[in-house]
């Protein structure tokens, strides 16, 4: 049986300095130690600042260990739909800013000497089930205006995989992400810098200075606040109209060494199939030996978060839409699923936080290219906290409005309207007697919706199913075994404890 884990889950770990004071004080304050966090935090104590990181969970242990880890400037939206929303000069930033944080990746990887496997590769995007070769030549004309490195070739020059006509995106790259993360970590805390996992922030006041507070009564004291968290659990609606969570499901297959040709691919399909290859040994498998393995790791099924009860169908067609292209694929080493929000304009919020003070900054929004997107904002918070110009400014701005996802933005928030509804709807069993082992449903107790999860030896553990957010249903997430709000992307694990805002608190206990 596949282990239902990410590849990269293995290599999380606590670092944590000594015990953070009760009143402590920073230059910056950052808030998740996840990719974006842990830039900011790198770059901030490389200029020189005093960072303090927190987080509630390991060194890259929330979202960031689920990514498949694409290194890419060709975005997920395509250059045809960024030209359209944020016209050439927007997408031509677009392009570059992605470029660049690809370079910074590299760039840390040589400075630090890390050894994470980073390695440049090409990017093939190919057509999907009934696309047209015109369909290709549209992203093809986007992606040169751009200035995407880009050609259309008959087939990609790969082994193991029979393409067609595709576009090749050149010199993108790959990594290990959480062996990135933790080598940057340990970078940083040599500059002097402090990270305290299993510590978690319940607000944040703006003001000089900002002010973080957690869960343990501690208050810490900033010139500055950078909220890292995937979603702001910060702010209550003002970003949250603006994007939209969706989950989506990979599957890391083992693979002979060079079967497959190391790149990253993509198809057209909606939505679409993301691909890519991690070279590692039998013995980081559980083996006894050293002898080289590749993981194919292939990603799609997306859907939005809490609005769907089918995961092993999706896990199902993902192998068989996998099979059928990768002959060279062999047996299921891991299964995951992870969250991405994804915003109405296809880029994400990263700068000053809209509404509030000057010094409270956000970086979300990554639009399934969250390895990308969290170092462009490693770059660019770095140089707005240091009062330096950036290019990438406006067309990241969190309070930014583009007219033409006018569409997207009411048809996202519809349908987190519509959700409300599952207020009135019977609950998903009629009896806590119908719920197996390891699974959860929401019942109806007293005219009150319950998150009911039953644990291995047949215990019953009771929550509300009201997000504390704004009030949705939250819905059991069979792949990940975590409840997840529909409605703006809050998720618990199975005994209610969040662990992704924007929810400020768990889920309530019921007696």
Same mark, same amino acid.
């Given at each position: 049986m596949?282990?239902?884990?990410?590849?990269?889950?293995?290599?999380?770990?606590?670092l944590?300095?000594?015990p953070?004071?009760?009143?402590?004080r920073?230059?910056v304050?950052?808030?998740?130690?996840?990719?974006?966090?842990?830039?900011?935090?790198?770059?901030?104590?490389?200029?020189?600042r005093?960072?303090?990181?927190?987080?509630?969970?390991?060194v890259?242990?929330?979202?960031?260990?689920?990514?498949?880890?694409?290194?890419?400037?060709?975005?997920d939206?395509?250059?045809?739909e960024?030209?359209?929303?944020?016209?050439?000069?927007?997408?031509?930033?677009?392009?570059?800013?992605?470029r660049?944080a690809?370079?910074?990746?590299?760039a840390?990887?040589?400075?630090?000497?890390?050894?994470?496997?980073f390695?440049?590769?090409?990017g093939? #995007?190919?057509l999907?089930?009934?696309?047209?070769?015109?369909d290709?030549?549209?992203?093809?004309?986007?992606?040169r205006?751009?200035?995407?490195?880009?050609d259309?070739?008959?087939?990609?020059p790969?082994q193991?995989?029979?393409?067609?006509?595709?576009?090749?995106?050149?010199?993108?790259?790959?990594?290990?992400?959480m062996?990135?993360?933790?080598?940057?970590?340990?970078a940083f805390?040599r #500059?002097?810098?402090?990270?305290?996992?299993?510590?978690?922030?319940i607000?944040?006041?703006?003001g000089?200075?900002?002010?973080?507070?957690t869960?343990?009564?501690?208050?810490?004291?900033a010139?500055?606040?950078?909220?890292?968290?995937?979603?702001?659990?910060?702010?209550?609606?003002?970003?949250?109209?603006?994007?939209?969570p969706?989950?989506?499901?990979?599957?890391?297959?083992?693979?002979?060494?060079d079967?497959?040709?190391?790149?990253?691919y993509?198809?057209?399909?909606?939505?679409?199939?993301?691909i890519r290859?991690?070279?590692t040994t039998?013995?980081?498998?559980?083996?006894?030996?050293?002898?080289?393995?590749?993981?194919?790791?292939?990603?799609?099924?997306?859907?939005?978060?809490?609005?769907?009860?089918?995961?092993?169908r999706?896990f199902?067609?993902?192998?068989?839409?996998?099979?059928e292209r990768f002959?060279a694929?062999?047996?299921?080493?891991?299964?995951?699923?992870?969250?991405?929000?994804?915003?109405?304009?296809?880029?994400?919020f990263i700068?000053?936080?809209?509404?509030?003070a000057?010094?409270?900054?956000?970086a979300?929004g990554d639009?399934?290219?969250?390895?990308?997107?969290?170092?462009?904002?490693g770059?660019?918070?770095?140089?707005l906290i240091?009062?330096?110009?950036?290019?990438?400014?406006?067309?990241?701005?969190p309070?930014?409005v583009r007219?033409?996802a006018?569409v997207?933005?009411?048809?996202e928030?519809?349908?987190?309207?519509?959700?409300?509804?599952?207020?009135?709807?019977?609950g998903?069993v009629?009896?806590?007697?119908q719920?197996?082992p390891n699974?959860?449903?929401?019942?109806?107790?007293h005219?009150?919706?319950?998150?009911?999860?039953k644990?291995?030896?047949?215990?019953?553990?009771?929550?509300?199913?009201?997000?504390?957010?704004?009030?949705?249903i939250?819905?059991w997430?069979?792949?990940?075994?975590?409840?997840d709000?529909?409605?703006?992307?809050?998720?618990f694990?199975?005994?209610?404890?969040?662990?992704?805002?924007?929810?400020?608190?768990d889920?309530?206990r019921?007696?």
């Open positions: 596949p282990r239902s884990t990410s590849l990269w889950q293995q290599t999380t770990a606590l944590t300095t000594s953070l004071q009760k009143h402590s920073a230059d304050c950052v808030i998740g130690a996840g990719i974006a966090g842990l830039t900011t935090a790198y770059q901030l104590a490389r200029e020189g005093s960072v303090v990181v927190i987080d509630a969970v390991a890259g242990g929330g979202q960031t260990s689920l990514t498949t880890a694409h290194l890419s400037n060709e975005i939206d395509s250059y045809e960024i030209l359209r929303l944020h016209g050439p000069d927007g997408a031509r930033l677009a392009c570059d800013s992605h660049a690809i370079d910074r990746i590299e840390i990887c040589g400075l630090e000497n890390l050894a994470c496997a390695e440049r590769v090409d093939y #995007l190919f999907g089930k009934g696309a047209k070769e015109k290709l030549d549209r992203e093809l004309e986007a992606a205006a751009a200035g995407a490195q880009v259309k070739l008959q087939a990609a790969v193991g995989f029979s393409s067609g006509v595709c576009l090749r995106f050149r010199n993108q790259a790959q990594f290990h992400p062996k990135y993360l933790q080598g940057m970590a340990k805390q #500059l002097g810098g402090q990270i305290y996992t299993g510590t978690k922030a607000s944040v006041e703006s000089q200075p900002a002010v973080v507070r869960a343990d009564h501690i208050a810490i004291e010139g500055a606040a950078v909220i890292a968290t995937n979603s702001p659990f910060n702010d209550l609606v003002t970003i949250h109209t603006k994007q939209a969706y989950h989506t499901y990979a599957i890391g297959f083992r693979a002979a060494p079967a497959i040709g190391h790149a990253l993509w198809d057209t399909e909606d939505p679409y199939h993301y290859l991690q070279r039998n013995r980081e498998l559980g083996g006894d030996n050293d002898e080289a393995v590749d993981i194919l790791i292939v990603g799609g099924e997306d859907h939005k978060a809490g609005q769907a009860k089918d995961a092993d999706r199902e067609r993902l192998a068989a839409w996998t099979r002959p694929a062999r047996d299921e080493e891991f299964r995951w699923s992870g969250q991405v929000m994804e915003t109405v304009d296809g880029l994400g700068g000053r936080n809209p509404l509030d000057g010094n409270v900054y956000i979300t639009s399934g290219m969250g390895m990308t997107h969290g170092t462009i904002a770059i660019l918070i770095t140089d240091m009062g330096r110009s950036n290019p990438w400014t406006d067309l990241y701005d309070g930014r007219s033409g006018a997207e933005w009411v048809k928030n519809l349908n987190v309207a519509l959700q409300y509804a599952s207020w009135l709807t019977p998903e009629s009896s806590i007697d719920i197996a699974t959860g449903a929401v019942v109806v107790e005219g009150r919706k319950v998150a009911v999860f644990d291995e030896r047949g215990e019953v553990h009771k929550r509300s199913a009201v997000c504390p957010h704004l009030g949705c939250v819905a997430n069979p792949a990940a075994s975590s409840w709000c529909p409605c703006h992307g809050s998720r694990d199975k005994f209610g404890a969040v662990f992704n805002g924007p929810s400020p608190g889920l309530e019921v007696s």
